[in-house]
Structure formats: C-alpha cells, structure tokens
C-alpha cells in the first residue's frame, strides 16, 4: 500500500499519523494492498483555487476529494483490485477553525477529514439523510478504532 502524505501547508502535522491513519481505513475497508492515496495538506489560498475550480463554490472548504479509479469497498477475504484510490486534499486553517467550534483538537480534525475524505473516494456520499447517517457512523466507527489503537 503506497500513501504519500505531504504538507504544504505550513503547519505543523505528524505525517507519519495521517499515513498511519489511511493505512488503517484502507485495511479496514478491504482495498487490495497495492492501492495508492495520496494525502495533501494546502493553504487556504490553495484550498480556494481548488473549491472554486472544481465545485464551482468561493472561499477555502475543509477536504476535496479527488477519486481516480473509481475503486469500492471489498469485502473479508476479497479486497478490491489494485489501483490508485485517488487524493484527498485538506485545509488545516480552516480545520482548526472548525476544531475551535468543535471544542476539539485541530489533529483530531484533520484525523476526522482525512477519514471523511477516504470514505468519499470510496463512493461514500452525505448528499441524502440516509446516506450520511451510513457514511457518518461509519466515518465515526473507522477514526474512533484507529485512535483507541495509539
């Protein structure tokens, strides 16, 4: 499994626990062991150039996802076939807003988005109640695991 993380951001992360994390949901959602992602922290400059060219919306977003083979979830036993799951792209500065909001930690944030961001590459969607009630317990379930594991 190939997970490139790189923070051009300009705050400070642990790389190595954002790759640790994307391992982890990736184990757990069965993709097949040579599946690549990609994890990309930008300014909020940045983050606005991509919300505005891809969504069509103004101002910086807190997560893009950008799918590339269009892989889904396997299953125990059968794991999807190997491919390039896509990239997630995150903005720290506006996570930590949200953090703040939250009354939570801006690690945690971004451990919340990075997971979010995944679950979208692998056809995930909140656009429907009954979708995102199904994306959201199971976006809680994946980074309430993985953080019981540190």
Known sequence: MSIEVNNESG??????????????VLDAMH???????SVVMV????MTELHVQ?????GPTDVLSFPMDELRPGREGEPTPPGL??????CPEVAARQAREAGHSTTEELLLLT????LHLLGY????PAEEKEMF??????LLTFLAGR
């Not at 993709?31 to 992602?37: K, S």
């Not at 969607?125 to 429907?128: F, L, P």
């Not at 317990?137 to 994946?142: C, F, I, P, S, V």
């Open 115 to 118: 997971t979010h961001g995944i």
């Open 11 to 24: 705050v400070a992360v642990d790389e190595a626990e954002f790759a640790a994390l994307a391992r982890f």
């Open 54 to 58: 891809w969504m069509d919306e103004p």
């Open 31 to 37: 993709l097949h062991p040579q599946t690549d992602l």
């Open 43 to 46: 300014t909020a400059d940045v």
């Open 85 to 90: 799951l896509g990239d997630v792209v995150l």
């Open 125 to 128: 969607d909140h656009a429907e």
């Open 137 to 142: 317990a199971l976006q809680r379930t994946l």
